[in-house]
């Protein structure tokens, strides 16, 4: 790794890191997407090297899938360095304050280095969270929110990141096997709604379809030659990083399929002009039109 993406250590868990406090620029946000990507990588591997999880009982898949990671050098967690302890079924901690929850993580901001650590649940063989995916029918489309595992997780960190949202660290794996934890560093609330998240979106390069009568908003980003919807974007998504810039925190993603491309010109359209909005950092020409919100 180049002195560009030097790893720190992380002040809560000794584990190395990208993020160590709420700054936020193009050199963190590139060491987030190669730090992202061989994490990924070893986590796969740790995967393939672990037993089938119904040949084994849950303790031994963990141990083989905990040492696959260690062989990996991917960070294993303890969740004693939060201060974290299980209530009742719920994480409670004695370090870091909780945030409201989503549907998909547990987050928690440790206010004494300016980050937040998102917790999402993960267990072999099964859903952590939701994507979005987008069904052609025979009397029109879909687009559904559909369950994600594990690797859908990541590919969001990734597009978020890469894309121009909020920096988004793959931090690592508990040391229990239990939880996939993501790093961000710490956000603030946005100042006006529509016009944040409309800024959020150009700074992704987000290209909003239109004529498709679409009834949810949501955008196309090209990500490395890949169009991917980016939705779910409510008011707890959009908010403002320490440069007071809007940045959206996280959302549901999905990649466009090559079929639904083929048959729907209207998402054809937008994803060829989300790749020239990448390529150029310049928004079609149609977009200093006026557009009607109807059909957002």
């Given at each position: 790794?180049?002195?560009?993406?030097?790893?720190?250590?992380?002040?809560?868990?000794?584990?190395?890191?990208?993020?160590?406090?709420?700054?936020?620029?193009?050199?963190?946000?590139?060491?987030?997407?190669?730090?992202?990507?061989?994490?990924?990588?070893?986590?796969?591997?740790?995967?393939?090297?672990?037993?089938?999880?119904?040949?084994?009982?849950?303790?031994?898949?963990?141990?083989?899938?905990?040492?696959?990671?260690?062989?990996?050098?991917?960070?294993?967690?303890?969740?004693?360095?939060?201060?974290?302890?299980?209530?009742?079924?719920?994480?409670?901690?004695?370090?870091?304050?909780?945030?409201?929850?989503?549907?998909?993580?547990?987050?928690?901001?440790?206010?004494?280095?300016?980050?937040?650590?998102?917790?999402?649940?993960?267990?072999?063989?099964?859903?952590?969270?939701?994507?979005?995916?987008?069904?052609?029918?025979?009397?029109?489309?879909?687009?559904?929110?559909?369950?994600a595992r594990w690797s859908d997780m990541v590919d969001k960190f990734i597009v978020l990141n890469r894309g121009g949202g909020h920096p988004t660290e793959l931090a690592g794996i508990s040391a229990d096997g239990g939880y996939l934890i993501a790093k961000q560093p710490q956000a603030f609330p946005f100042e006006d709604f529509r016009s944040d998240l409309a800024a959020a979106e150009a700074a992704m390069c987000g290209i909003v379809p239109i004529g498709g009568g679409l009834r949810q908003h949501l955008f196309v980003t090209e990500i490395d030659g890949i169009p991917w919807l980016v939705g779910d974007l409510h008011e707890?998504?959009?908010?403002?990083?320490?440069?007071?810039?809007?940045?959206?925190?996280?959302?549901?993603?999905?990649?466009?399929?090559?079929?639904?491309?083929?048959?729907?010109?209207?998402?054809?359209?937008?994803?060829?002009?989300?790749?020239?909005?990448?390529?150029?950092?310049?928004?079609?020409?149609?977009?200093?039109?006026?557009?009607?919100?109807?059909?957002?």
């Amino acid at each position: 790794m180049s002195d560009e993406f030097q790893l720190h250590i992380d002040f809560r868990t000794g584990k190395p890191t990208v993020i160590i406090g709420p700054d936020v620029n193009d050199g963190i946000r590139a060491a987030c997407h190669a730090t992202n990507l061989g994490r990924k990588s070893g986590i796969e591997a740790a995967f393939r090297s672990a037993p089938p999880r119904r040949t084994v009982s849950i303790d031994v898949w963990t141990d083989r899938f905990t040492d696959g990671l260690t062989a990996q050098k991917i960070p294993l967690i303890d969740l004693e360095s939060f201060g974290f302890r299980h209530e009742d079924g719920f994480l409670t901690t004695s370090f870091l304050c909780p945030l409201p929850s989503g549907a998909e993580a547990s987050p928690f901001l440790d206010t004494e280095n300016g980050v937040v650590y998102k917790l999402f649940d993960l267990r072999p063989g099964g859903a952590m969270g939701k994507k979005l995916r987008f069904q052609t029918r025979s009397q029109g489309f879909e687009i559904e929110s559909t369950d994600a595992r594990w690797s859908d997780m990541v590919d969001k960190f990734i597009v978020l990141n890469r894309g121009g949202g909020h920096p988004t660290e793959l931090a690592g794996i508990s040391a229990d096997g239990g939880y996939l934890i993501a790093k961000q560093p710490q956000a603030f609330p946005f100042e006006d709604f529509r016009s944040d998240l409309a800024a959020a979106e150009a700074a992704m390069c987000g290209i909003v379809p239109i004529g498709g009568g679409l009834r949810q908003h949501l955008f196309v980003t090209e990500i490395d030659g890949i169009p991917w919807l980016v939705g779910d974007l409510h008011e707890r998504n959009i908010m403002r990083d320490m440069n007071g810039q809007p940045t959206i925190i996280d959302a549901l993603v999905g990649e466009v399929s090559l079929t639904a491309r083929r048959e729907l010109d209207w998402l054809d359209a937008a994803c060829g002009e989300a790749r020239v909005f990448r390529e150029t950092g310049t928004r079609p020409p149609r977009w200093d039109e006026a557009v009607d919100d109807g059909e957002l």
